[in-house]
């Protein structure tokens, strides 16, 4: 089980673990499960999912020995990692989200969460971006991993056969997102978080954008955190009538 928590691990046995209450309960029944392993305190307070036929009774040291969390919870589960196929085509408010090597695994599960509040239900990732399946991606996602599928590709390859009307990239040099006119329907590329967009994937956007300090010319941080720029990016499309 300890061993889920490498990348190399959870490929070759096409499986992760979800951890606590919250997380299995919003993770359950979206993917399949193979174990589950919970106190008999929990599986009392949950008859429902006690009488599955994957499900053990664990002890509290069964489950800090199976655990990635400082502070284990009371149920771990082992599901498939699942084989999607993303829907690359493009209705009036389609957004693809395309990630460029994004490498902290909380910044990876915010911009899963984010995507899933704005109805965003497919992301692209270079295969240098995080795993999606990581424990610490699975936590921060507080279960929006269940709704948002993460594929992993040849990013600039993909993003150029792919027909999207309009392919934005967020850059420091960009042009002001406010001042633009944007499409609500595209691809939205967001860089490392130290680097940016590279240049392989750069020959793949048509339109620069940068969100802008306030005021403007008043001295402030380098660059916003990879997530939060996420999620004011897209509440910017979104709002688009």
């Not at 089980?1 to 919003?26: N, Q, W, Y």
């Not at 380098?222 to 990016?233: G, V």
């Amino acid at each position: 089980m300890a061993a889920l928590d490498e990348r190399k691990h959870r490929r070759r046995e096409g499986a992760f673990k979800a951890e606590g209450t919250k997380c299995v309960l919003d993770t359950l029944g979206h993917f399949n499960l193979r174990a589950l392993y919970a106190t008999g305190e929990w599986l009392d307070e949950h008859p429902d999912i006690s009488t599955l036929p994957q499900t053990s009774v664990a002890t509290r040291g069964d489950l800090r020995k199976m655990s990635s969390l400082t502070t284990p919870g009371q149920v771990i589960a082992v599901y498939d990692i699942p084989e999607r196929t993303p829907d690359l085509t493009f209705a009036d408010d389609t957004l693809i989200l395309a990630l460029d090597t994004i490498q902290d695994p909380g910044n990876l599960g915010t911009i899963i969460r984010v995507a899933d509040w704005y109805g965003i239900t497919d992301i692209l990732a270079s295969r240098e971006t995080a795993d999606c399946y990581a424990p610490k991606v699975i936590q921060a996602t507080m279960g929006s991993i269940s709704r948002v599928a993460v594929h992993y590709c040849d990013l600039p390859e993909t993003i150029a056969r792919i027909n999207a009307p309009k392919v934005y990239g967020t850059f420091l040099d960009g042009d002001d997102i406010d001042s633009l006119p944007l499409s609500r329907t595209g691809i939205i590329v967001i860089g490392n978080e130290g680097n940016g967009i590279s240049e392989a994937v750069e020959k793949t956007v048509t339109d620069r954008i940068t969100i802008p300090s306030y005021p403007t010319g008043r001295p402030t941080g380098e660059s916003l955190n990879a997530a939060i720029a996420t999620a004011i990016t897209i509440s910017k499309f979104r709002t688009i009538r």
